[in-house]
Nanobody
Framework: QVQLTESGGGLVQAGGSLRLSCAASGRTVSWYTMGWFRQAPGKAREFVAAITKSGSSTYYADSVKGRFTISRDGAENTVYLQMNSLKPEDTAVYYC?????????????????WGQGTQVTVSS
């Protein structure tokens, strides 16, 4: 079992950048396919990005492709989400997730473990 703790959220102006971190404890991130989801007020939780167990493949939602980058540091047992060119519509609570399966999946129900979330607010 793995525990996930997000950090790095905050308030930023449109066009700015933030880097979210997800520190894992209990097991190494290489055991899991790791992902980021987000949820805005009144909206369903949506997939943002994911990285495979090996770290060799990544996948992004169309809405963030080219602006966000997911990566992981095995030594630090941490997964990151670098967010550039932020837009007001990126405002949401961002959640780090992990699933035991090897294939990237964009459905929230496919993920076994969740962090508590970190708020990202982008002002116009």
């Amino acid at each position: 079992q793995v525990q996930l703790t997000e950090s790095g959220g905050g308030l930023v102006q449109a066009g700015g950048s933030l880097r979210l971190s997800c520190a894992a404890s209990g097991r190494t991130v290489s055991w899991y396919t790791m992902g980021w989801f987000r949820q805005a007020p009144g909206k369903a939780r949506e997939f943002v990005a994911a990285i495979t167990k090996s770290g060799s493949s990544t996948y992004y939602a169309d809405s963030v492709k080219g602006r966000f980058t997911i990566s992981r540091d095995g030594a630090e047992n941490t997964v990151y989400l670098q967010m550039n060119s932020l837009k007001p519509e990126d405002t949401a609570v961002y959640y780090c997730t992990a699933r035991s399966g090897s294939v990237i999946n964009i459905a929230p129900s496919a993920y076994d473990y969740w962090g508590q979330g970190t708020q990202v607010t982008v002002s116009s």
